[in-house]
């Protein structure tokens, strides 16, 4: 599922940010913004931080309780401003909505993405996290019933959660698998994202290396299964294989992603990167 990042949502820069190591990560907190479901995310932004005079927009993401559509707020590992004395254990989504006569009115979309948001954080922190409404930690009546019912209940889906395709059957992916490089959470990805958006601009080490030369690694495990990268070619045919994430490397990225049924968001996190290194070659 495609997450909008802040550049696409035309968010503002924050004031400051201070992250959170996954280790602290223990909650998923859900919200509701208590308006219309036709707010934006800058908007809401823009009351945090000119009226309540926070850092920035106050939730780690945000979805629209009509269309579904998921946004970036804060993100994983920067500290919120959702729920006092909470923020540091607690993710914090809000979805975009009120209640009307007492009925929130969440489609099955917003549920769906909602649901896909907290299985993807419980991959990323290693283990389940406690999923609890705003009103256990606060005096409020958010995330508003039906949501908070719905919470309680475990966050069914009618007709079940669509199962992953596995990966279909073909050659043993070449070579020795390598391990994701980065922390968890992180991943390969612009400049101009969070600090776990690892570009290869600033070269950066992790596990021995730069991160250039991890980024090169990934790419040149591609050319192992049979794609065509590299100057000239026909994936990062302008810069080569130079281990600095822009453009063609996001275009390489949702190219592969959408060969093995993956999220197409153009990171290269750790299901891109294992999925290179471990999947059969089609």
Excluded at 130 to 159: F, M, N, Q, S
Aim: proline letters at 7%.
């Amino acid at each position: 599922m495609d997450i909008i990042s802040r550049a696409e949502w035309g968010a503002r820069p924050p004031e400051h940010r201070d992250t959170v190591p996954w280790s602290k990560r223990t909650v998923f907190m859900g919200h509701y913004s208590a308006a219309s479901a036709t707010q934006t995310p800058r908007e809401i932004q823009d009351y945090h931080m000119r009226v309540k005079g926070w850092s920035d927009i106050g939730y780690n993401f945000l979805i629209n309780s009509i269309t579904g559509d998921l946004f970036e707020g804060r993100g994983w590992t920067t500290l919120g401003a959702h729920c006092a004395g909470h923020n540091t254990e607690a993710i914090g989504v809000c979805v975009i909505g009120t209640d009307k006569a007492g009925r929130q009115d969440v489609s099955d979309a917003a549920r769906r993405a909602f649901k896909w948001l907290y299985e993807e954080a419980n991959d990323r922190k290693g283990r389940k996290l406690t999923l609890l409404g705003h009103r256990d930690r606060g005096a409020t009546k958010c995330p508003g019933d039906e949501i908070y019912t719905w919470l309680k209940a475990g966050l069914p889906i009618v007709g079940g959660t669509p199962t992953p395709k596995p990966p279909a059957a073909g050659k043993p992916a070449p070579g020795t698998p390598i391990a994701f490089p980065l922390p968890s959470g992180w991943y390969f990805g612009p400049a101009s994202g969070p600090d776990y958006s690892v570009s290869g601009r600033h070269e950066r080490y992790f596990k021995g290396r730069t991160d250039r030369a991890w980024l090169r690694e990934w790419a040149t495990q591609l050319s192992r299964r049979g794609w065509s990268v590299g100057k000239g070619r026909t994936w990062l045919d302008q810069h080569g294989n130079d281990g600095v994430y822009g453009p063609e490397y996001r275009a390489l990225a949702i190219a592969f992603q959408k060969d093995q049924d993956l999220r197409q968001d153009g990171l290269i996190g750790v299901n891109t990167w294992n999925a290179a290194f471990r999947n059969p070659v089609r």
